[in-house]
């Protein structure tokens, strides 16, 4: 699969963003999908993630309550809507997906455990 963010760009704190991925092929249903970032000098962190088929969500404390992660397999798109954006939301925001099914959900979280990554999109909170 090939992943493609959008997105991303300067906002002043408490504002809002959506970041779309739109992804190639037929079998983006079977995928599990997350959204990560990765902040200057800082490695790669989970921001939040969508399951195949049931759709079940998951979020990093950080970021829970203020961003909303939504997929459409029909359009084979996953969005990260973005809320109430912090100075440190500051970051490269990458679109991840997983060919294997996690069967437990502590996989959602990490990293390494996606497959597939796209080129980043940069999101800009200034203070």
């Known amino acids: 699969v090939q992943l493609q963010a959008s997105g991303g760009g300067l906002v002043q704190a408490g504002g809002s963003l959506r970041l779309s991925c739109a992804a190639s092929g037929r079998t983006f249903s079977s995928y599990e999908m997350g959204w990560l970032r990765q902040a200057p000098g800082k490695g790669r962190e989970f921001v939040a993630a969508?399951?195949?088929?049931?759709?079940?969500?998951y979020y990093a404390d950080s970021v829970k309550g203020r961003f909303t992660i939504s997929r459409d397999d029909a359009k084979n798109t996953v969005n990260l809507q973005m809320n109430s954006l912090k100075p440190e939301d500051t970051a490269v925001y990458y679109c991840?997906?997983?060919?294997?099914?996690?069967?437990?959900?502590?996989?959602?979280?990490?990293?390494?455990?996606?497959?597939?990554w796209g080129q980043g999109t940069l999101v800009t909170v200034s203070s």
């Open positions: 969508i399951s195949q088929s049931s759709g079940n969500t």
């Open positions: 991840a997906a997983a060919s294997s099914t996690f069967y437990d959900d502590a996989f959602y979280y990490t990293p390494r455990n996606y497959d597939y």
